[in-house]
């Protein structure tokens, strides 16, 4: 419990000092501080509900005598999406991050369909001649 209000405590102070200046900076640069602002909260967020809480419920649990069976995967499961989920949360949020990795899917969809395009030319043509 300490550990969240501190965490709470210490991103206040962020905001607050990232608030003082304001002014001096372009509109590009306070959307970008939002945006690493708002990743920062969900990053918080995230191994507080994979990781803290799954455990926390397997050790809390048991001492009520409830038992969880095959569910008692879920904890690990939940525990071992926390890394790559991480790593999503800052692709999804920061803009330039999300437009790179379309750019470079979308281009390399764009390339594969355009070779399919030639060899189905190629094919067509090898059948007409045949």
Partial sequence: MMFCGLMICLGLLIYSKLSEYRSFRS???????????IALIVQTGNPIIFMYFPI??????????????PLSNLSMIAFSIYPP??????????????????????????????????????????????
Wanted: charged share 25%; proline share 1%.
């Fill in 56 to 69: 926390l419920l397997m050790y809390i649990l048991p001492m009520f005598r409830i038992g969880f069976g």
């Fill in 27 to 37: 509109d590009r640069m306070i959307r970008l501080q939002k945006q690493l602002w």
């Fill in 85 to 130: 989920l991480d790593q999503l949360i800052i692709v999804y949020i920061i803009r330039d991050f999300r437009d790179y990795v379309k750019e470079v899917f979308c281009g390399f969809i764009h390339r594969i369909r355009k070779q399919n395009n030639q060899n189905n030319h190629t094919n067509s043509t090898e059948l007409e001649i045949l």
